[in-house]
């Protein structure tokens, strides 16, 4: 089975703190994914990376910068943490297989509280 | 752009029945992927069922099923026999074929399980 473990389930910080959210995938895919949550606004797409050292913007990145120095490992940076970042933030990975439809498996989420 | 709309915010059903929940979207690509994801209170995003396009024939995984209908650009999911265990967030997501391809998630339906 696919494991995405997240390093923590909830996570309260105080604005203007830099928080370091990380994600551990162990079935060696290639592509990673952050995203953030929110009621009524389903989930968004915050940064993707498809290989180590490569990122991609997804369609909310201001605020955010991320970082995958190795493949397994795609780290979620808030420079200067702020209320409108509350929220939960979720991880995924997914294959280049073909055989898996470039289906995402996901993690069990952050919740951020900014104070 | 692509889009995901699922009209329905929340829905009730009665354990062992059967329950159809919506979704539509909309795109100008002819080859691409549709999930369906399920967040149960308080735990992980799993995926429920996925569809490719091109293939006419709608996917089955035990009591959950698709009716993906092509040209209408729909994509509902049925559960059948419901049970208290299929309370949770439904998301349907769109995804066209190709490398460095994104996922579009609808807002989110809430399903109540009624004992």
């Known amino acids: 089975d696919v494991k995405v473990t997240q390093s923590s389930r909830y996570l309260v910080k105080r604005t203007g703190e830099k928080v370091f959210l990380e994600c551990v995938q162990d079935?060696?895919?290639?592509?990673m994914f952050w995203y953030r949550q929110d009621p009524g606004l389903g989930l968004r797409l915050i940064y993707f990376?498809?290989?180590?050292?490569?990122?991609e913007k997804g369609d909310i990145p201001e605020g955010y910068s991320v970082s995958r120095e190795k493949k397994e490992r795609f780290s979620l940076i808030l420079e200067s943490a702020s209320t409108n970042q509350t929220s939960m933030y979720l991880c995924?990975?997914?294959?280049?297989?073909?055989?898996?439809?470039?289906?995402?498996?996901f993690g069990p989420g952050t919740r951020l509280t900014v104070l | 752009a692509q889009t995901v709309t699922q009209s329905q915010p929340e829905m009730s059903v009665q354990e062992a029945e059967t329950v159809t929940l919506s979704c539509t979207y909309d795109?100008?690509?002819?080859?691409?992927?549709l999930f369906w994801y399920k967040q149960p209170p308080s735990r992980q995003m799993i995926l429920v069922i996925r569809?490719?396009?091109?293939?006419?024939q709608n996917a089955t995984e035990n009591r959950f099923s698709v009716n993906f209908q092509k040209a209408a650009k729909s994509f509902s999911l049925k559960i059948s026999d419901s049970q208290l265990g299929d309370t949770a967030m439904y998301f349907c997501?769109?995804?066209?074929?190709?490398?460095?391809?994104?996922?579009?998630f609808g807002k989110g339906i809430t399903l109540s399980v009624r004992p």
């Open positions: 997501a769109f995804m066209k074929t190709g490398a460095n391809s994104k996922l579009t």
């Open positions: 079935m060696d895919h290639e592509n």
């Open positions: 795109t100008s690509e002819n080859n691409y992927y």
């Open positions: 990376s498809y290989d180590v050292k490569m990122k």
């Open positions: 569809q490719e396009a091109y293939k006419q």
């Open positions: 995924a990975s997914s294959s280049k297989d073909p055989s898996d439809l470039d289906t995402q498996y």
